[in-house]
């Protein structure tokens, strides 16, 4: 089940919160609807509850919050807007990811495809898919871990009458198994249809929390709220009345001395009551489907005084005040600040206590439906507990807020090498980006032979001393901030958080990743344009260099340098165009001031570092494995390598930083 108390929302400037102090619950077996119209608040106490938003109050699914959950995806599914996901990633490839995402099987994306209906689509691509599609692979995304709690933001939206019967048919469905259903909706017939329980919302707070059949009968159509002592005489008068005058009006004698009036205005009720000389103490219209109208005033909420009535009864006709103090003990609100609680046990709270005429003026008395609040929201305990604490305590006036609700990143992927192997190839972006980069470097390489005056190492690797990188290089770069990038632009990770979890687990699959998509970019791209060079010009053009070991060192390391680049600073500034940006950064800015650093007479060379590092280690490295630790020496010594280093080292710090720096927070 999953039980909601006190969330409030941080109220914006001068506006007030869009959510203040909601409490309800939704019970475990049961469809619970929440319901609103637009600004009502609905999406923001679901972004509270999952943790997603800043505000107060507290959420426990199942009895736990959220963040005290190893594994939230196992336990609440949710579903907010449209799928997230790459338009050209295929139904079945999405779900696979997210399998690995959620640490479960692979099958398990078949066998929920199979039961939203999918199967036949599982190849089609997400930008393809029609609204009901999309509503299909949403709740299968949800279902995916097979959680035990579903939170659905109006799931039914957009959608055909068919679809809506059907999706409401598998939310049943999985309710029915035991699980937990909370969906929001601005349909109050589709709520009082689909759902076992509404609970309403009005600009931000809680004005009923009913079962569907009570939700209904007085919440569905216009009514006129009475409230009068002679309850029984005023019903038997309106029917006698309606009777006469050959009209449909229904009369419905709820709790204590209250009746609703339906098919009827309060000019009619108050006329009729004044002629028969009947003490009111209320006279209302009460708007059922979405609470008050907008030009109520929001004190009054669902109690307008009628003026006529106002006017017949003079003040047996409660104030406004009074109305408003009214309404919000019917919705079982906390008190405004400075505002006296009445006990539970006092005589203004008790309808029973309340139905002598002679008993002050305007006197109103609390609907049974709404008397009892959720705990947590600052309410008196009932009876003589709550009667004997006197009015002036601070802790009486002033209830307690609710505790503070922190925005928490979500969890890594369980398996991380697994999802950022099917994110990366998923898609056909790497695979178009790398025969793009291969053409473009054979072509590069065929036009600069053809000039000359091109040392052979830049000829075989297709870099032209105009340009900062070869296209390899550049592609490389590319391929690492689309990494990161794409978490971003479409983030599949946060359908359960809302943000996109910035982990070491999952930025070391995606350096190992892009480590090895690098790698082989720089072998095939040197390997297309020896070939090219060969079939073009002959031998002579696609000749190995001898000191191809410092050169093959240096290539790779430029290469998987840029890669890394684009991958950190894409997941730094949640950008790819911010990752490529730094990339080209490197050769533009930061080499010639490293260079600038190590002008001068006091540069050392790096001259008898094998010889130096054998003295070391006191023994012969296999292989001749001193060899290969010179040529990285030698490569890191170089303005280029020099400067890849410092900004790998700084943008990792910054990544570090900022991560360690949102755990905290």
């Known amino acids: 089940m999953i039980q909601a108390i006190g969330l409030t929302s941080n109220p914006r400037k001068e506006f007030p919160p869009a959510l203040d102090d909601v409490s309800f619950e939704a019970q475990a077996g049961c469809v619970t609807a929440l ?77 929920v495809l199979e039961v939203v209906g999918l199967v036949s689509l599982r190849d089609e691509r997400l930008g393809t898919l029609s609204r009901g599609m999309d509503r299909r692979l949403g709740l299968a995304c949800t279902l995916l871990a097979d959680p035990h709690t579903l939170v659905l933001d109006d799931p039914a939206e957009g959608l055909t009458t068919r679809e809506r019967r059907w999706l409401h048919g598998a939310l049943r469905a999985h309710a029915a198994q035991g699980g937990t259903v909370l969906l929001t909706t601005a ?261 600069l032979a053809r000039i000359g005056h091109t040392p052979h190492a830049r000829l075989l690797a297709a870099w032209p001393r105009e340009l900062p990188l070869p296209p390899a290089a550049l592609g490389a770069g590319l391929l690492g901030a689309i990494a990161f990038g794409d978490e971003f632009r479409h983030p599949a990770l946060a359908a359960d958080r809302g943000t996109v979890p910035r982990r070491l687990g999952l930025l070391a699959a995606k350096l190992l990743v892009a480590s090895a998509t690098a790698l082989v970019l720089a072998v095939l791209t040197v390997g297309c344009n020896i070939e090219v060079l060969y079939l073009v010009y002959g031998r002579e053009l696609a000749e190995v260099p001898a000191d191809w070991l410092a050169l093959s060192a240096s290539w790779i390391g430029l290469v998987v340098g840029c890669s890394w680049a684009g991958v950190l600073a894409a997941g730094l500034f949640r950008s790819t165009t911010a990752g490529l940006a730094a990339v080209v950064t490197v050769p533009i800015v930061v080499v010639p001031l490293v260079q600038k650093v190590l002008e001068g007479p006091s540069v050392r060379t790096a001259a008898g570092f094998p010889l130096r590092l054998r003295e070391v280690l006191l023994s012969q490295w296999p292989f001749g494995g001193e060899r290969y630790l010179a040529a990285v020496a030698r490569v890191v010594g170089q303005p280029v390598g020099g400067a890849m280093t410092l900004s790998l080292a700084a943008l990792l710090c910054a990544y570090l930083f900022t991560t360690l720096r949102s755990r905290v927070r």
């Open 187 to 447: 349909d109050a017939k589709e709520a009082a249809r689909t759902a076992d329980r509404v609970v309403t919302l009005e600009r931000g707070r809680l004005v009923a929390d009913q079962d569907a059949a009570e939700f209904a009968r007085t919440r569905l159509r216009p009514r006129v709220a009475v409230r009068t002592p002679h309850a029984s005489r005023l019903a038997t008068l309106l029917g006698k009345q309606a009777r006469t005058a050959h009209r449909s009006v229904e009369v419905v004698r709820e709790s204590g001395n209250r009746l609703s009036v339906y098919g009827s205005s309060c000019a009619d009720v108050g006329e009729i009551a004044f002629r028969n000389g009947i003490l009111v103490h209320q006279l209302a219209d009460e708007i059922g489907d979405m609470g008050p109208g907008p030009d109520t005033d929001p004190d009054g909420m669902e109690s307008r005084v009628d003026e006529e009535s106002r006017a017949a009864y003079g003040d047996a006709a409660p104030t406004k005040a009074d109305a408003g103090v009214s309404s919000r003990r019917r919705r079982g609100a906390a008190p405004r600040r400075g505002e006296r609680r009445a006990p539970a046990g006092d005589a203004a709270s008790d309808p029973e206590k309340s139905q002598a005429p002679g008993e002050g003026q305007g006197g109103v008395a609390a609907r049974e439906d709404f008397q009892e609040t959720s705990p947590g929201t600052g309410d008196e305990p009932s009876g003589r507990d709550a009667g004997s604490r006197p009015s002036d305590h601070p802790a009486y006036d002033l209830p307690d807020l609710p505790p503070p609700i922190s925005v928490r990143p979500a969890p890594s992927p369980l398996r991380p090498l697994r999802y950022e192997l099917r994110r990366a190839l998923g898609v056909g972006t790497g695979f178009v980006t790398a025969g793009v980069v291969l053409v473009v470097s054979a072509l590069t390489a065929v036009v």
């Open 35 to 111: 319901l609103g119209g637009a600004g009502a608040g609905k999406t923001t106490a679901l972004r509270l509850m999952l943790e997603l938003q800043q505000g107060r109050g507290v959420t426990f699914f199942r009895g736990r919050p959220l963040h005290r959950m190893a594994h939230p995806s196992r336990e609440v599914g949710v579903l907010l807007g449209d799928v997230p996901g790459h338009p050209a990633r295929s139904v079945r490839g999405h779900l696979r990811m997210l399998c690995a995402a959620a640490g479960v099987p692979a099958r398990r994306a078949d066998e």
